[in-house]
């Protein structure tokens, strides 16, 4: 069994490997099945979203300040489960079994240790609100959501290791389907529980979040039990010795993923201040904003896909000890997310006011809005590039273990340049929410320009 799991890890006899057209089709098979199923995790939360709307306006701004405090703590969770797809890729491009197994047993065990002080926030979210200004009433009606959320930090974040477990041996479609399968069951749940619908009590705000958290177990087990039982990934016992935990190991996994948790909670406080600087603009400005940024968060999912692929494929260059393989993986998923990137932001230009439209309507009280938002996704279109190339060669660099001076770059791109710009353009230069959206552009075109450099340099260290 070893010997065959060996021979599925090494380049397959009769293809070009060496073929860059090649390397573009892997790229795009392993990152379609991860875009996808990061849009049905969106999908998830705007359902949920939804269903809370008909508890009214105090829900629906309850439930945003529960996801404020809430993804605080999941996302420095989401940096150390990142790590899991880089090592296990890397094993697999190897054909070490054995470290595709303790990749996996690594990540489920930080995923539960983790999980543990990172309940804390949530569960005291309501004095975290308070001590931030909010009102006690949407305070503790986000504490209502939040106490039956927290609970499935834990599953969720098992279900991205193994995610990222199936993606580094190039099988990411059953977190797809299960993704998929999961947004029907968490609708209903979510509005069984919230209105105490077939016998179950009515929870409310409560009911929702429980809802999210049965979802969460329900995906991971699922994933669990695919993992450990069928093909190919039974193959690599990867629940074998589960209780076993592999400190050495786990050290290198935070050694890798504290720098890529850390570098999204820069990433996720800039995209915060910006709220808070179109809150001292107006309240049309902090309107189109939301939309604005709504639209490329769904955007967002196709480099992200990339990226996650980007990993994949430059880990199983750097396993197998092909550093021309290595370069070749990064600037095939970097092609491809500009050339992918660029046709959608032009389809967004051309629908700005459409989609505009679709958020605020078409009468005439509207209009200022719609305009705002319009402009705000056409000035825009030069960041949603650079934001993609960002995240594709961040993907990349993770798959030569390259992450501290990511977070270096990201401090120098999102707080040096990106805030400070975007606070004069707006301020003292008079240009208001739009040049909010420039200091981001340019804060994160700098970023990546970096990120660009930096995989240049190593791709040429690792060659010479």
Do not use: C
Request: hydrophobic share 55%; charged share 10%; net charge positive.
């Amino acid at each position: 069994m070893l010997d065959t799991v060996q021979h599925r890890a090494q380049p397959q006899a009769g293809v070009p490997q060496n073929h860059l057209a090649q390397e573009f089709v892997e790229t795009l098979r392993l990152a379609v099945p991860l875009m996808l199923t990061q849009l049905g995790q969106i999908a998830m939360i705007t359902t949920d979203l939804a269903l809370i709307g008909r508890l009214g306006e105090d829900a629906v701004a309850a439930a945003a300040l529960a996801h404020t405090v809430y993804f605080v703590s999941f996302t420095f969770g989401l940096g150390l489960m990142a790590a899991v797809s880089p090592l296990a890729a890397q094993a697999f491009g190897a054909g070490d079994v054995r470290l595709i197994r303790r990749s996996l047993r690594v990540g489920l065990w930080v995923a539960l240790l983790i999980s543990l002080p990172m309940m804390a926030s949530p569960l005291y979210g309501e004095q975290i609100l308070l001590a931030l200004g909010q009102a006690p009433q949407p305070a503790a009606l986000a504490q209502r959501y939040l106490n039956g959320l927290a609970w499935g930090i834990a599953p969720a974040l098992g279900f991205i290791a193994l995610r990222s477990m199936m993606s580094a041996v190039n099988r990411p479609q059953p977190p797809l389907w299960i993704t998929l399968a999961a947004i029907p069951v968490n609708a209903v749940l979510v509005y069984a529980l919230i209105h105490g619908l077939f016998g179950l009590p009515e929870l409310g705000l409560f009911g929702a979040g429980l809802a999210t958290t049965i979802v969460n177990l329900g995906t991971f087990v699922a994933t669990l039990a695919i993992a450990g039982l069928r093909k190919p990934f039974s193959d690599y016992r990867p629940l074998a010795r589960l209780w076993r935990i592999d400190w050495p190991l786990m050290r290198q996994l935070i050694a890798l993923g504290a720098p890529i948790s850390f570098s999204l909670l820069l990433e996720y406080g800039l995209f915060s201040s910006a709220a808070l600087l179109m809150g001292l603009i107006s309240t049309t400005a902090i309107a189109a904003h939301q939309i604005a940024l709504q639209v490329t968060a769904v955007l967002f999912m196709v480099p992200l896909g990339i990226g996650m692929a980007a990993t994949v494929r430059v880990g199983h260059a750097f396993g197998r000890g092909d550093p021309a393989a290595v370069k070749r993986a990064g600037l095939a998923a970097a092609v491809l997310g500009i050339a992918l990137v660029s046709a959608l932001t032009l389809a967004i230009i051309l629908g700005r006011y459409q989609l505009g439209r679709l958020f605020f309507g078409s009468n005439e009280a509207s209009a200022p809005t719609v305009a705002l938002t319009a402009t705000l996704l056409l000035v825009g279109a030069t960041f949603f590039i650079a934001d993609g190339l960002q995240t594709i060669m961040g993907g990349a660099l993770r798959g030569i273990n390259d992450t501290r001076m990511t977070l270096l770059f990201a401090a120098i791109g999102y707080w040096g340049i990106a805030f400070p710009v975007a606070w004069v353009l707006a301020f003292h230069a008079g240009l208001g929410a739009v040049g909010v959206w420039i200091g981001f552009s340019v804060g994160t075109f700098v970023y990546a320009g970096l990120l660009i450099l930096r995989f240049r340099m190593l791709t040429r260290r690792l060659a010479g």
